[in-house]
């Protein structure tokens, strides 16, 4: 998360005119997609698109693990081999 901040507050400062406010709200976004404090975040979301970018994460990981071609699915199959 870290990297990530630095990165958008690298971009940022090429724009003189960037909204202070819209500026808290993306590093917000950052530093609260996983969610929840189990899950590692600092801060837990505190605006309706911080909450869904979580729940789009939490979707996302869940999705590539039933892709065909993912390790968890090859996984399985092993087991259901043995």
Same mark, same amino acid.
């Given at each position: 998360? *870290?990297? +990530?901040?630095?990165? &958008?507050?690298?971009?940022?400062?090429?724009?003189? =005119? !960037?909204? /202070?406010?819209?500026? @808290? #709200? #993306? +590093?917000?976004?950052?530093?609260?997609?996983?969610?929840?404090? =189990? !899950?590692?975040?600092?801060?837990?979301?505190? !605006?309706?698109?911080?909450?869904? &970018?979580?729940?789009? @994460?939490?979707? *996302? $990981? $869940?999705?590539? $693990?039933?892709?065909?071609?993912?390790?968890?699915? $090859? @996984?399985?199959? /092993?087991? =259901?081999?043995?």
């Amino acid at each position: 998360m *870290i990297i +990530e901040l630095e990165m &958008l507050q690298a971009k940022l400062a090429k724009l003189p =005119d !960037f909204p /202070a406010e819209l500026k @808290t #709200l #993306l +590093e917000h976004l950052i530093i609260s997609h996983h969610g929840q404090y =189990d !899950f590692g975040s600092p801060k837990l979301p505190m !605006f309706p698109e911080a909450l869904m &970018l979580h729940y789009l @994460t939490i979707w *996302i $990981r $869940r999705w590539k $693990r039933c892709e065909p071609n993912s390790n968890a699915r $090859r @996984t399985r199959r /092993a087991v =259901d081999e043995l």
